[in-house]
């Protein structure tokens, strides 16, 4: 499985992504300029967090205009599994592939530690590999990850099982709880923690680990059949 | 400020605007002699910057030689942006700390954040990636609605800057103490890794090659900064506000991609940060450094604001900006690299064989200087010193037990002091993670960063109290760089070498500069001792206002390596039933402590005695024990003394409790701050071999597991608390006080 790592001017978990998907899990995977980028070739697409374009604007605003977005669209039409994490979240929903916004945090500062959540949905391509309702532990290191949506948004996200984390002492007053949804077709998931920064026991948690599990036991089991 | 270019040089001289830039008299006179004529209005503001005590050291060169700098493993001593050691395997760590204190007591946000971005320059423009930053703060007492709001708005401004630019905050320190109150500290300090063969140098080598201006256009903030570091603030500081930088993180994100891959281009020759004194520094520094001069036409140079003179180009700070010469021909291949991250890269100049500094603008030569002159030749003061009158008073007082009459009582005061209390609100708001080494988080004696693909991980840590160096300046000195090591090895970490962050008052003073003298060399001399080189470094004298000194601050940025991950160590009580152990024994000494201050209000006395050898001797066996795994946790007896310690190593969630006995006098054995002192934890079926290894420990007590605080004195119960009662209280201190 070939994942693709998006870099933005700005973006700073690139290479934690890349160093957890391609050295701890073993796939291959790539860092992709912004620029220089054909995803046609990649299993899947990670957007990692950061402040992509210095988070000018708003976060994820300027990336989510940029012209790899129209590529990332394309891929998610196609089914293909999409993660964001962190700034990676912010811009698919400032690219309309979630539906929400994110608001400053509740206390309005930027925070970081890790946080309890639950997995809200585990029959996700993303989260198969967790049991339902099971609390892990996930690092989170943002300012604005209070998640905001309408009334009928959030009542569609519960009823189609789309929200996938939900916290479980919430940090930063997001709505329902929410640290992750996934879209209607569930190939695109959005998370305000970090997966990435706990697949090794020595950071504290390898909970984010079986995120990336799910992803290729699954990928894998469609690959097959397909084959 | 006069700001006019064609203001002609009689008139520099005989309306002695040199003074409004910061130049004295005889400086000027100097000057004179140098050129054999009159500096125009722009050569006069260039030397000034440059013989600032900011970029000069004029009156602490002196003082500097005096530290060892030094050591079979260091690469690069002081003088480069940053000093560099080797780790082995081919890579090195690159360090250095530097202060931002007058920027951050006018603007806080701004002050705290670009002092953060300085000090990342100076070590990415070494060709090393930046990998933690740490910070070591000073505030008056966190009572006032001002201290309040600077202390919010630096820690806002640094958390602003790192969490952008992706390198985590891992650590720091905070005192608070009256002596800040108008002159708050803030001393950044940045680590880097780099592989040996991509050490960069600030160097402008080779007649003919070219200089490549790089980064975010110059505008007119941040004019004569170096200088405004270099003056007492005063009530009008506010009026300074103009020679505050206002830093953009994503622009120095872009830039350190850009410089990280230039450097892998071998038409690079050298390359260095625009910091203090901006382009006028980076130029002249990069030419005399190589023995060669450089010519550059300031139209060439990028400019945000229409119509800026050149005394405006050459003295601003505008952030994020980088000067590199490369090879003559190859300007292109730098240039796309840059242009590639969306920044500007323009050539601006050349390197000259004739050792001069010239500046060329609309056609004219607007300054034309000897590049010596300006890096070198700036004046040396020796500064008259005399024992300061205080301490000599202190050195006559008797060792005094203070009163205590509740021991439990005692204990939560003290757990709540802000400079005890739980900083946990403040890394909070700091990015600790990204980059995914950070193996052992903010809140320890070091932080400790893995280095991804290697079973090796380095130790970091910044210390000073500085409540010892007020009170006896030698002294206070070896203890700033004995604690650091202390951290350090208590992580299981060898002390591999320090930068040091020098935080004094106004060098006039002969008592401010006794203080001085007698703190570089007690800080030398345990720098000796110890074997930790002092590779790099930063001076900002002239802290106080209204002729009311800080207390003298010599942060101590100190780097170790653990070479092995089984050798890490936790500071915190890790099982009940292990044993609980004390390396040195404890004496009645309270000059300086957190004690002394809660019960009579004040610093005075004796600081506590410290024998260079005997630390050296502790901190080898317990390196030692460690390495031999005799070790579950280590930690470092500091403020507050043993009750402290004990406290703090039982907050961590585990439900863990104590019992210890101790004897003599309770209020010496619980809160002294006796120097050279170990908390330490070993599992009973080690305990021979423990013993054996670390000579003076001794056994005081015993982990539990019933969440209990359970100390006897002399056989009867002193203390006896519930651990998350003293863990609450602790952690809710600073919170509460910022309500």
Not at chain 1, 73 to 82: Q, S, V, Y
Not at chain 2, 603 to 615: N, R
């Amino acid at each position: 499985m070939k994942f693709a790592v998006i870099v933005f001017p700005g973006s700073n978990c690139d290479r934690d992504m890349y160093h957890a998907v391609k050295n701890v899990l073993g796939m291959e995977a790539d860092l992709v300029w912004h620029e220089h980028s054909n995803l046609e070739n990649y299993d899947a697409v990670l957007l990692p967090g950061g402040f992509s374009y210095g988070d000018y604007l708003r976060s994820g605003a300027i990336a989510s205009a940029s012209g790899v977005m129209q590529q990332i669209r394309a891929h998610a039409e196609a089914g293909k599994p999409i993660l964001g994490v962190c700034n990676g979240f912010q811009i698919l929903l400032e690219a309309g592939l979630l539906p929400g916004v994110m608001l400053p945090n509740k206390h309005l500062s930027f925070m970081c530690h890790h946080e309890a959540l639950a997995v809200a949905n585990h029959e996700t391509p993303f989260t198969t590999n967790y049991e339902q309702g099971k609390v892990i532990h996930l690092p989170i290191a943002h300012g604005e990850g209070n998640y905001f949506a309408d009334d009928e948004t959030l009542s569609a996200l519960k009823k189609n099982n789309q929200i996938v984390f939900t916290y479980e002492n919430n940090p930063n007053g997001s709505a329902a709880d929410i640290a992750g949804i996934i879209n209607s077709d569930g190939n695109v998931l959005g998370m305000m923690p970090h997966p990435e920064r706990a697949v090794e026991k020595l950071l504290g948690s390898d909970d984010g680990i079986r995120l990336f599990q799910s992803l290729i036991e699954n990928w894998r089991d469609a690959y097959a059949v397909n084959a | 400020m006069l700001l006019t270019h064609d203001i002609n040089p009689e008139k520099v001289e005989q309306e002695k605007l040199y003074r409004g830039m910061g130049l004295s008299d005889d400086e000027f006179k100097k000057i004179k002699d140098i050129l054999q004529r009159r500096p125009n209005f722009t050569e006069a503001g260039i030397f000034s910057v440059m013989w600032s005590e900011h970029c000069s050291y004029k009156t602490s060169k002196p003082l500097l030689k005096r530290f060892p700098s030094y050591g079979l493993n260091v690469l690069q001593g002081p003088g480069e942006g940053a000093g560099v050691i080797d780790i082995g395997d081919g890579q090195a760590v690159v360090f250095k700390v530097e202060s931002h204190n007058h920027p951050s007591a006018v603007e806080p946000y701004h002050g705290a954040a670009t002092g953060v971005g300085g000090i990342l320059r100076d070590v990415f423009s070494m060709g090393a990636r930046p990998i933690a930053l740490m910070n070591s703060l000073r505030f008056g007492k966190l009572t006032s609605g001002r201290t309040k709001y600077l202390f919010q708005e630096v820690v806002h401004g640094i958390a602003g800057y790192g969490n952008c630019v992706g390198v985590p905050t891992v650590g720091g320190e905070v005192q608070f103490d009256d002596s800040y109150e108008e002159n708050p500290l803030v001393n950044a300090m940045c680590v880097g890794l780099i592989d040996h063969e991509d050490i960069q140098k600030g160097i402008a080598s080779g007649v003919g090659n070219t200089v490549i201006y790089a980064g975010a256009p110059t505008g007119r903030d941040g004019i004569h900064g170096a200088t405004f570091a270099s003056v007492d603030l005063s009530d009008e500081s506010g009026e300074d506000r103009p020679s505050v930088q206002v830093g953009d993180p994503f622009m120095e994100k872009l830039l350190i991609e850009a410089c990280l891959e230039v450097i892998h281009s071998d038409a690079l020759v050298g390359m260095q940060d625009m910091g203090a004194a901006g382009l006028t520094s980076s130029a002249s520094e990069m030419a005399s450094k190589a023995g060669t001069g450089i010519v550059m036409n300031l139209d060439f140079v990028p400019q945000r604001e229409a119509d800026m003179n050149p005394y405006e180009l050459m003295l601003s700070e505008s952030q994020e900006r980088m000067l590199l010469v490369v090879k003559q021909g190859r300007e292109q291949e730098i240039i796309d690299v840059f242009e590639k991250y969306g920044l500007q890269a323009v050539a601006v100049g050349e390197v000259t064989e004739e050792k001069s500094f010239l500046l060329k603008q609309h056609g004219e030569v607007v300054a034309h200087l000897p590049v010596d002159a300006l890096a070198e030749d700036a004046p040396v003061y020796h500064m008259p010193a005399k024992e300061a009158a205080y301490v000599k008073a202190f050195q006559q007082m008797e060792n005094t037990i203070p009163y205590v009459a509740d021991y439990g009582a005692m204990l939560k005061q003290l757990l709540q002091q802000p400079t005890i209390a739980s900083k946990e609100c403040v890394y909070d708001q700091y990015d600790s993670m990204v980059q995914t080494n950070s193996i052992v988080p903010p809140g320890s004696d070091s932080a400790v960063i893995r280095i991804k693909g290697m079973d090796k991980a380095l130790a970091i840590t910044t210390d000073c109290n500085s409540r010892y160096i007020y009170i006896d300046p030698e002294t206070g000195g070896k203890i700033a760089v004995a604690e650091a090591a202390r951290n350090i090895v208590c992580s299981g970490a060898r002390p591999l070498g320090l930068t040091d962050g020098l935080n004094f008052g106004n060098p006039t003073n002969p008592e401010v500069f006794w203080q001085m003298q007698q703190s570089v060399e007690g800080m030398s001399e345990a720098a000796r001792i110890l074997e930790t080189p002092v590779v790099s470094g930063n001076v900002s004298l002239y802290n106080q206002s209204n002729g009311k000194s800080i207390f003298p601050t010599l942060v101590v940025g100190m780097v170790g390596l653990i070479e092995s991950l089984e050798h890490l160590t936790p500071n915190f009580f890790q099982a009940p039933g292990d044993l609980i152990y004390v390396i040195g024994e404890t004496k009645a000494e309270f000059g300086g402590s957190e004690l002394q201050n809660v019960v009579e209000g004040t610093y005075q006395g004796k600081a506590p005695f410290i024998d260079l050898q005997v630390e050296a001797e502790r901190q080898k066996q317990l390196f030692t024990a460690i390495r031999q795994d005799l070790v579950q946790s280590a930690h470092d007896l500091a403020e507050g003394g043993l009750g402290v310690a004990l406290a703090e190593s039982v907050f961590n969630d585990k439900g863990l409790g104590l019992e210890a006995d101790i004897f003599g006098n309770p209020t010496t054995a619980l809160f002294s701050e006796t120097q050279s002192r170990f908390l330490v934890t070993v599992k009973p079926h080690q305990q021979r071999q423990f013993e054996a290894a670390v000579t003076e420990a001794c056994q005081i007590g015993t982990v539990t597991d019933h969440g209990k605080f359970l100390i006897r004195a002399n056989d009867e119960t002193l203390i006896d608390e519930d651990v998350q009662i003293l863990h609450n209280l602790w952690e809710g201190a600073i919170p509460c006080l910022l309500k």
